[in-house]
């Protein structure tokens, strides 16, 4: 029985790192080091989750090719439930490349079949026998978009509770989609929503943080905003809490937030306090930035636990509500 279902993007992520800043054309440019591994927001939060002690369920679209196989052989190897994703179409897996600097980063992606999954290709019975629905990378979904609302709907009225990651618009539109389908009326159907700070301000249209997280509270029932390296803020009604994750030695952001997400859904589904949610997804975070990708970190769970109960007691917070 799976708790949490995801329908999401799966694609493999090319990290290329040390390479310099400005790309100069018909030059052979070397990078210092690489990881292969998986990426796509949807697929670390599968993951990660998963680690975590969550049962959780994929419902993806994958070419048949290596690519596809790789991710998905990531996901089962973790214990994600990857039956609903469906293979053999005529494109191929998407994949990201990704270079990474000390203040930004870049970001190249080929979607592949993450722009072909479509409402028809859902089984709605999966879905609706999970207790929690997760969508991540909203503006990526270009076929299922005009039905991600329908979907939201559906999963509310079955009495599942769902949460939403946007991440980046590559079209820099934020609100309105081809197919009309609105993100703030989605918000509707929403109990936690997770985008990081670049992404609130963009979706109120506002370059101030403030003013966001005002207009999103709002919108959202729980709105949590994820600040990098510093305090990730978690706003419920007239509460709000702010913590900064810890320091950590920094091999790439990769997958961060995605990471965070899973960290705070994983005890938010285990009626943790909102407060513990939001200190518990800083540290799952911050221990995913100190190896390559998002889920390299995720491989070892004894390793990963030593790290979770090491930060929450030095944070004095007591027990840690989380078996592993
Ligand atoms: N340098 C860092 N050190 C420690 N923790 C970090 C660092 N960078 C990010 N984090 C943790 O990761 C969380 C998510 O970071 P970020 O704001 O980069 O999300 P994001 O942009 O959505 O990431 P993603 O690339 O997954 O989409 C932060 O709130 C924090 O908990
Ligand atoms: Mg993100």
Known sequence: ??????????????????????????????????????????????????????????????????????????????????????????????????????????????????????????????????????????????????????LFRQAKEAGLTTSLDTN???????????????????????????????????????TDLAQALNRLAELSKVLVVKCGSGSAICRAGDEQWSLAPPRVSFVDDVGAGDTFAAGFMHLYLREGKLEDCLAFANIAAAYSVTKAGGTEAFRDRAELSTFMRQQWSSMGRGIIPWKD
């Open 1 to 150: 029985m799976i708790e949490v279902c995801i329908v999401g993007e799966l694609n493999l992520d090319l990290i290329l790192y040390g390479l310099p800043e400005h790309l100069s054309p018909d030059r052979e440019l070397l990078a210092s080091d690489m990881a292969f591994t998986l990426g796509s927001s949807s697929g670390i939060f599968a993951h990660n989750l998963c680690v975590l002690g969550t049962k959780v369920g994929f419902v993806s679209k994958i070419g048949s090719d290596p690519l596809g196989k790789m991710a998905l052989e990531r996901l089962s190897a973790v214990g994600v439930d990857t039956t609903h994703v469906k293979q053999g179409s005529t494109l191929s897996t998407g994949l990201t490349v990704v270079l990474p600097h000390t203040r930004h980063r870049y970001m190249l992606t080929y979607p592949g079949t993450m722009f072909e999954m479509q409402y028809s290709d859902i089984d709605m019975n999966y879905v609706l026998a999970a207790r929690h629905l997760h969508l991540s990378s909203f503006f990526l979904h270009r076929a299922l978009r005009p039905q991600i609302l329908n």
């Open 168 to 206: 980046d618009d590559p079209e820099d539109q934020w609100r309105m989609g081809p197919g009309g389908s609105d993100l703030h009326d989605l918000l509707k159907y929403v109990d936690v929503f997770l985008p990081n700070e670049r992404e609130a301000k963009k979706i109120v249209g506002t």
